[in-house]
């Protein structure tokens, strides 16, 4: 009892401690999303690849993550569950994060001949998760993080790209867009453009700076373009970034270039008409899913995203200088925007803008903090790059055969800026197949201890650079060869932004990708949360199940509950809706014959969380089982002992002993058992084998928790062989009295046992003249291996003449035919004496007691004495003499009537005579 009191305090402690230390993490990640792809154009040479639209989804635990197309009707559609499972740094149990890539099948996407269709997929995890979308195309692709559905708006500013005048063929003149997701039917979406959009349905322009509202339902995505001024291109004119979009329900939106380029200017790339009609290796798929305005912010810390840092430069060959393009959004009006550079001491006023105006910094060419007096989207574009190099000459200096210049190219790509409110604690992305990937780092100094990546402390690498006369460092580096990068805060108040991007680095035409790793949705507020249960063991719980709750204390709900480590356990939430302020759970093993644990997480709104473990270790009964012979007998039952022991600390029942091959298994032991800790118990049982040949077969044990294996028994089955001799009663006098005789059966096998089932006597009328009797016998009956029973066999003439025989059948496990005993005797009157005595000169008759009965017989004759009841007194083979002499001694014969039974080759023939 006092340590039931004292492990209730303990509890009691544990948990109000864990309330005052709160732990907290970013809310960057979701467990439902609805994600669909941005429309692009592409040449008809450009491929796609083998897996061309992919639905990414990563997480630092393990997660089951369900792909569904939300239209159920279409050829494409399509559900299906993945399993993430992360791997673990090495020794540790640190996870190092996991991933599961879902290909999608092309036609899942809107296009300019396909601007409205249910597209969209819904993906669900039971563990927050980060959702990216890839597109991979010869000469184009992109990703694009989701953002989960709970953290959608109804209010956007989008982000594109100018229409590119110095296209290829297709690419002439290609628009931005906008695509909107919708995720609930029936959601009015209103679109508000500087440019004169293009009606999804009916293809119609629409006025510029007009509100349009159109319909959408859950699943469909509705795709916006322009018309073009061709008088206007590579200029903020034909650029559709700043577009609003409302709607009065959540949806995503999805925006960007259908194949853009990113010049230094817009009227610079390519240089003076250079190579321009060819120029289209330095054109990509421009797309990024935004942020709603309730994530615009006014504090961003930016990097170039080189691929390498700095870029080299020739001012006469090269189509680019060093350094990103910035783009600014404005949510409201007369917002003032700075930039601070590193190394500056004071930040310098770079525009004012109105809502829904954008500026442009052209000249991000190394670290920089941007301010805005009010909160702006912004997008960072990565630079086309097409350095054209001299051609190289033969070794005799003549031009070489290639007989054009070599292009040196980078794709450009689009990538939404996380506000330094909205940096997060975990990032963990995957890395593009056959690309070159990079990430960018940006923090506070000070937190490079407290961060680590792939395991590894930043402190621990070189590369960090301090932007100077600002509190933040950043780092940029390649992937290393995981294919699951991962960065995570070691300290609850660290927080960072990671930016992914990727690309081919060489002489080729190739696709780039940029994404941002997430978000901080969280909500503002102190919170803390507390397990009802305390700390109890799990243990107590039957069969490894618990119910448990916990209530979250402060402004906010919780946002999500979900293992972050289990072990064959299970999770089932009871009726639990996202923002309740309580929550009540059900953990419980999956297989309770095994062991396991699940840590239980719960987040608020605001990212504080608390964990509790839950661990299982079941009942475990030792079990020796003795052994069966090396070699058994088909169909002969083998019993053998199990001794269960109760190491446990508590009562162990035994419900039940079975064999998997249960048709063959009999229980002689009554069931159920209880034991006591350290008792023991011996349980017998037997089994059947079937067949011949080498047999292993498994031992289940039933505990009130489950069934399991406990051990196994092995045997060499073998067939008995089954040894009868047949029985000859000879020629018997019909007025006889019944003969009893004996026959041997025999086990001929040299192991083996065999069972005797049944014997049986046929033959038609016969049998009624000859019996036997098994009651001695104990039938069905086990007979040792080399061992033999004898079986008295009755035959009674009953006065009848004729020959008798009949077959006594022996049903055994011995394998193939049954045996058969095969009986006969000849009724049939003997002689008189005077036939007799003239046959085979027997005589005297009668022959007194003491004296000698004489008779000459055949040479080679063999001679049976028998008295009235057939059993057998003498026998005498007659030598070549042919003479016949037995003396009648008063200690084996007396006054009466005795049989000669002679035979003489095929012939047997029965004399009387008489003893006096």
């Not at 008809?44 to 990414?56: D, G, M, T, V, Y």
């Not at 036609?107 to 300019?112: A, F, I, T």
């Amino acid at each position: 009892m006092r340590a039931l009191i004292l492990s209730t305090l303990l509890a009691l402690l544990a948990v109000d401690s864990l309330a005052q230390g709160v732990s907290r993490v970013s809310m960057d990640k979701g467990q439902r999303f609805i994600a669909a792809f941005a429309p692009f154009i592409h040449e008809a040479s450009e491929k796609p690849l083998k897996r061309s639209l992919e639905l990414i989804a990563t997480c630092e635990f393990e997660a089951n993550v369900r792909f569904r197309s939300m239209d159920s009707t279409g050829s494409a559609s399509v559900d299906t569950t993945l399993r993430i499972v992360p791997r673990k740094l090495s020794g540790t149990t640190t996870s190092l994060g996991g991933m599961v890539a879902f290909s999608v099948d092309p036609s899942m996407l809107v296009s300019q001949s396909k601007r409205k269709a249910k597209v969209a997929f819904e993906v669900t995890s039971d563990v927050p998760i980060t959702l990216t979308t890839r597109r991979s195309w010869g000469g184009g692709g992109e990703e694009a993080h989701v953002f989960p559905v709970d953290h959608l708006g109804t209010e956007y500013r989008v982000l594109s790209n100018p229409t590119d005048v110095y296209g290829f063929r297709t690419y002439t003149w290609t628009p931005g867009f906008v695509a909107v997701i919708g995720t609930v039917d029936g959601t009015q979406v209103t679109v508000t453009s500087a440019l004169t959009l293009i009606d999804p349905a009916t293809l119609q322009e629409l006025s510029s700076n007009t509100p349009h509202t159109f319909t959408v339902d859950a699943g469909e995505v509705m795709m916006f373009d322009h018309t073009i001024d061709t008088s206007k291109v590579h200029t903020a004119a034909q650029d559709l970034s700043g577009t609003l979009v409302t709607s009065n329900k959540p949806i995503g939106i999805l925006s960007g270039h259908l194949k853009g380029a990113v010049g230094t200017r817009y009227r610079s790339l390519p240089p003076g008409g250079l190579f321009e009609a060819g120029a289209h290796f330095v054109r990509n798929n421009l797309v990024e899913m935004m942020p709603p305005t309730t994530m615009a912010d006014t504090l961003f810390v930016l990097s170039p995203l080189t691929m390498w840092y700095p870029r080299s430069k020739d001012t006469l060959f090269d189509c680019m200088i060093p350094g990103d393009i910035v783009k600014f959004v404005s949510t409201q009006n007369n917002t003032l925007i700075y930039k601070q550079r590193t190394g500056e001491s004071t930040r310098k006023l770079l525009g004012t803008v109105q809502a829904g105006q954008v500026l442009t910094d052209s000249s991000l060419f190394e670290e920089a903090v941007y301010w805005s007096s009010k909160p702006v989207i912004v997008g960072v574009y990565l630079r086309s790059y097409a350095k054209i190099l001299r051609n190289t000459t033969g070794k005799d200096g003549s031009p070489d055969v290639q007989g054009h210049p070599t292009v040196e190219a980078a794709m450009p790509s689009l990538i939404t800026a996380v506000p330094e409110s909205r940096w997060i604690t975990s990032a963990v992305w995957a890395k593009v197949p056959g690309l070159d990937n990079f990430w960018m780092l940006v923090f506070r100094t000070g937190d490079e201890g407290s961060i680590t990546w792939n395991g590894r402390r930043l402190s621990s690498m070189s590369g960090i650079k301090k932007i100077a006369n600002t509190p933040y460092s950043m780092i940029r580096s390649t992937a290393d060869t995981s294919s699951v990068q991962i960065i995570q805060a070691t300290k609850n108040d660290v927080r960072f932004n990671v930016m992914v991007y990727s690309d081919v680095l060489g002489l080729q035409q190739s696709r780039a990708t940029s994404h941002p790793t997430g978000f901080d949705f969280s909500a503002a507020g102190r919170d803390s949360i507390v397990f009802s249960e305390g700390m109890v063991p799990l243990n107590t719980a039957p069969c490894g199940a618990r119910e448990a709750s916990a209530t979250i204390n402060g402004p906010n709900g919780i946002a999500s509950v979900f293992p972050t480590e289990r072990i064959n356990f299970q999770l089932v939430l009871n009726n639990f809706t996202r923002g309740d302020k309580s929550v009540s759970f059900r953990v419980e093993p999956i297989d309770p014959s095994k062991g396991g644990s699940i840590t239980v997480r719960i987040i608020a709104a605001s990212g504080a969380f608390a964990e509790r473990t839950y661990s299982y270790t079941p009942q475990a009964p030792k079990v020796v089982s003795s052994k069966l012979p090396s070699s058994v007998g088909v169909n002969v039952p083998e019993c053998f002992n199990l001794t269960i022991t109760n190491p446990e600390s508590e009562q162990l029942v035994i419900k039940d002993v079975s064999l998997l091959t249960r048709g063959t298994f009999e229980l002689k032991t009554v069931l159920p058992i209880t034991l006591d800790s350290g008792a023991s118990a011996t349980v017998t049982a037997c089994v059947t084998p079937k067949a011949v040949g080498a047999t292993k077969d498994t031992i289940i044990i039933t505990l009130p928790c489950y069934t399991a294996p406990i051990g196994e028994i092995s045997y060499n089955v073998t067939s008995p062989l089954i040894g009868v001799d047949d029985i000859d009663f000879g020629s018997v006098d019909p007025s006889s009295q019944p003969i009893t005789r004996s026959v041997q059966i025999t086990n001929r096998s040299g192991i083996a046992r065999m069972l005797l089932s049944d014997i049986r006597l046929t033959g038609g009328g016969s049998d009624t003249h000859f019996r036997f009797d098994t009651a001695g016998l104990g039938l069905p009956f086990v007979l040792g291996s080399g061992r033999s029973i004898t079986l008295p066999i009755t035959y009674n003439p009953g006065g009848e003449v004729g020959s008798h025989a009949a077959t006594i059948r022996v049903f055994s496990s011995s394998d193939g035919a049954d045996s058969l005993i095969r009986c006969r005797a000849e009724s049939k009157v003997v002689s008189s004496v005077a036939e007799d005595l003239a046959a085979i000169n027997l005589h005297p008759v009668p022959v007194p007691i003491g004296g000698v009965l004489r008779a000459s017989l055949p040479p080679g004759s063999s001679v049976r004495v028998l008295d009235l009841q057939g059993r057998e007194l003498e026998q005498v083979t007659i030598q070549s003499s042919g003479q016949l002499e037995v003396p009648v001694s008063a200690d084996r014969y007396s006054a009466g009537i005795y049989h000669l039974v002679v035979t003489t080759g095929e012939q047997i023939q029965t004399f009387r005579w008489i003893a006096k």
